[in-house]
């Protein structure tokens, strides 16, 4: 993947603030911008620095695209093989393994296998058929993996069996950089990465950071919501930049481990947590699920949810900060 011009899903609409510095940097294939109020310029980029630093070592962890990362590893490994993780990945496998559990699915980092199958797809021009989709969804299933937490190692059960942390890679990167800039006195502070939002406190007193949501339909002008971020991540996932086109038909990029087809639901789910893991993942699972099911399993572990469906209607959880824009 590459980052492109293109208006990210959820981006700082405010103007600029006086006092507030921001740098950017090309990661995990898209990129990482930071805004924060400083007392002086040496304390932000000195927190800049080893949060970039910081993200380019979970990227060496995680990425699928870097053959000696944990991760690729492990999809390479023989089934049965024990594979030795470090506390970071060992740390985001467990939490993954119980947001898929708490999502019903809706989520699920195992689901390589069916990424590659619709990918493959894509490039070949050709539908899957109903066995390769079959054999995906099993490879894909909860139980072809095992994680341990102690030691910090897992293994694959089977030979096809993939992850892919495309869904929770960013948020749990997000994360780190926050702790990077809390160990350093930096709260006041807004992280975008490739249009995943994670705001400490506010600019001001009282006041959080205006962001808006993209619309992701092709004849939108205007945003579709607007709301002040404040100790909280925001997360979208849209049918619209990333989406499949097959054999002339168009498919989003957002597979259903549950069907092993695309999820062809919404436009655009968007989830609102504490910590930007927890909302990257629960906008993917949103997504797959539809609002009223989504909503239900987010809101048990405190994520609120808002999602545009393909009538064009809007539905967002009871206590969902912000409103619509206005016409």
Same mark, same amino acid.
């Given at each position: 993947a590459s980052a492109t011009a293109t208006v990210p899903a959820a981006f700082f609409s405010g103007e600029e603030i006086p006092g507030i510095f921001r740098r950017t940097q090309l990661l995990m294939g898209t990129l990482l911008e930071l805004r924060c109020m400083a007392g002086d310029r040496a304390a932000f980029d000195a927190a800049a620095d080893a949060a970039f630093k910081r993200v380019a070592q979970l990227e060496a962890l995680w990425s699928t695209w870097i053959p000696t990362s944990e991760v690729s590893r492990l999809n390479a490994a023989d089934p049965g093989a024990w594979c030795t993780l470090s506390p970071e990945t060992s740390a985001l496998l467990s939490r993954s393994k119980a947001l898929r559990s708490a999502s019903?699915?809706?989520?699920? @980092?195992?689901?390589?296998?069916?990424?590659?199958?619709?990918?493959?797809?894509?490039r070949e021009q050709r539908l899957p058929a109903a066995t390769q989709i079959a054999q995906a969804r099993e490879a894909s299933a909860r139980g072809s993996f095992e994680y341990d937490v102690d030691p910090a190692r897992a293994r694959k059960h089977t030979l096809s069996a993939r992850?892919?942390?495309?869904? @929770?890679?960013? /948020?749990?990167?997000?994360?780190?950089?926050?702790?990077?800039?809390?160990?350093? =006195?930096?709260?006041? %502070?807004?992280?975008?990465?490739? /249009?995943?939002?994670?705001? !400490?406190? =506010?600019?001001?007193?009282?006041? /959080?950071?205006? +962001?808006?949501?993209?619309?992701?339909?092709?004849?939108? +002008?205007?945003?579709?919501?607007?709301?002040? !971020?404040?100790?909280?991540? !925001?997360? +979208?996932? %849209?049918?619209?930049?990333?989406?499949?086109?097959?054999?002339?038909?168009?498919?989003?990029? @957002? +597979?259903?481990?549950?069907?092993?087809?695309?999820?062809? @639901?919404?436009w655009a789910a968007c989830s609102l947590a504490r910590t930007a893991t927890d909302a990257d993942a629960w906008s993917t699972a949103t997504f797959v699920l539809g609002h009223e099911q989504g909503a239900e399993l987010a809101a048990r572990a405190g994520v609120r949810v808002l999602t545009l469906n393909l009538a064009g209607e809007l539905c967002a959880s009871k206590e969902f900060p912000g409103q619509a824009s206005p016409p």
């Open positions: 019903d699915d809706g989520f699920a @980092i195992e689901c390589g296998p069916l990424a590659e199958l619709w990918q493959r797809a894509q992850l892919d942390l495309g869904a @929770i890679g960013k /948020g749990a990167a997000l994360d780190e950089v926050a702790r990077e800039f809390r160990a350093r =006195g930096l709260s006041r %502070a807004l992280f975008d990465f490739g /249009g995943q939002l994670l705001a !400490l406190d =506010g600019p001001r007193p009282g006041a /959080g950071w205006p +962001v808006a949501l993209r619309d992701p339909r092709p004849d939108a +002008v205007r945003p579709l919501w607007e709301l002040e !971020l404040e100790s909280a991540s !925001l997360s +979208v996932s %849209a049918d619209d930049q990333r989406g499949l086109l097959v054999a002339g038909r168009r498919f989003s990029h @957002i +597979v259903d481990p549950r069907s092993g087809m695309p999820a062809q @639901i919404l």
